[in-house]
């Protein structure tokens, strides 16, 4: 059985499998501070988190940041799966950049300094569509060749027997 994985998929989900498992391995220990920090700024932008204690935000953070690396890197979890992880994830990233005052330059997309760190987190969003959109629209059923091989004795089976039909008549 082959895997749902094709080889030109391989490197998009490696780079950011590695760059998210890396980042969310990187939380896990995160101290008082940085949990604070972290949190802050996602509040700012996402209100709802501000009633999540910063420590259980960060843990959440981390955590999903590790399950999402680990699907892209896992080449049985389907791209389209991947894919569309990948890109619920980015959103959320870019939705920080845009809706955070100080990230872009006033009337305009184009990163502040302090945007620049989130803003270049939009390759993620691009590679998750890309990856969405390969899965679902580009990928060609597979036949293992024992189904191949059921299928045709199946449709021989048919044909005698439309034949045997045909020949009553």
């Known amino acids: 059985m082959g895997l749902p994985i094709t080889l030109s998929e391989i490197a998009p ?8 498992l ?8 995160a101290d008082e501070a940085a949990a604070a920090g972290m949190h802050g700024f996602a509040a700012g932008t996402y209100p709802f988190l501000k009633s999540v204690p910063p420590q259980q935000f960060v843990k959440a953070l981390s955590t999903s940041e590790i399950v999402l690396g680990a699907a892209l890197l896992t080449p049985f979890v389907p791209t389209a799966v991947a894919g569309a992880a990948l890109t619920a994830f ?3 990233l870019l939705g920080l950049y845009l ?43 597979r036949v293992t060749v024992k189904k191949a091989n059921k299928q045709a004795k199946r ?7 439309e034949a045997r039909r045909a020949a009553r008549q």
């Open 90 to 92: 980015s959103g959320g």
């Open 22 to 29: 890396n980042s969310g391995m990187g939380k896990r220990d």
């Open 99 to 141: 809706k955070t005052p100080g990230m872009r330059k006033p009337g305009s997309l184009a990163p502040t300094e302090a945007g620049l760190a989130i803003a270049k987190d939009s390759w993620l969003l691009g590679i998750g569509i890309g990856l969405f959109t390969h899965g679902l629209i580009e990928r060609k059923p």
């Open 13 to 20: 989900r490696i780079s950011t499998g590695a760059f998210i």
């Open 155 to 161: 449709q021989a089976k048919e044909a005698a027997k």
